[in-house]
């Protein structure tokens, strides 16, 4: 973790309430795809996470949606202004694991860390298939991104009004080496079931602290408890465990969205 401050280069409407902001500043802390940075806004309390969509010599992209009070805030902040930024937050995604045919798995704003570990598995070599989830043609986001990397991008909308009306789970492809997921806990779970051999999810939870001290988003895994914003946000399927119940990983009291 460091702590830094970040300039805003641009921040810009890519979508449905879904800004793309581009930061300037110290990315070093920033060592693998699916972590995600800590923002200070205004005079809230609590900072806001939002995982990195990508960082490259110094310039660090994110992707949020306005949720509520601090990501509006955050949608109203211009060019050359000033972010207090806890970086290189969270476990990340391993890409040693990846094998010869890497499969990504995005729904919604879980979407934006896809885009860097999907560079740096094609700056690898390897073949990368992309299946993305959205609501509507409206909030889908990076697909064209996605592709200009070289990736194979299939996409499913719940109206159908881009790709394959359904989910993201819809248009999995039969074959691929090993599974990376990021979104809603929803989609997590319907990941969890219909791929097959090993993966990695990533939870998207709200979050107190963002460095594990508070322990505000704890889950239950086979191996003990686990902080998303510490230990994760990136989990092995084999390690993850389903309440019967709520059909949820976390059970933790957590703080206001947005």
Known sequence: MKQTNYTVLTNEP???????????????????????????????FLRRPISVSDASGGVV???YKVVGKGTKQLSEMPSGSAIDTLTGLGNGFDVSRAGDAPLLIGG????????????VLREQGKPVSVALGFASAGDAVLVQELQALGAQVSVATVDGTLGRRGFATDVLPAEYSYFYACGPEPMLRAVYSATHGEGELS?????????????????????????????????????VIWDAESGYTCHAVRPAAG
């Open 14 to 44: 890519v979508g449905r309430d879904t800004y793309r902001l581009r930061l300037s500043g110290d990315s070093s802390a920033i060592t693998a795809p699916g972590q995600f940075v800590n923002l200070r806004i205004g005079g809230l």
């Open 61 to 63: 992209t994110l992707l």
């Open 108 to 119: 919604g704003i879980g979407t934006a860390p896809l885009y860097m570990l999907c560079r």
């Open 203 to 239: 939870f998207e939870e709200r979050m107190g602290c963002g460095f594990g001290a508070c322990m505000g988003c704890s889950c239950k895994t086979k191996y003990g408890p686990k902080r998303i914003c510490k230990d994760g946000p990136v989990l092995l399927k084999s390690e």
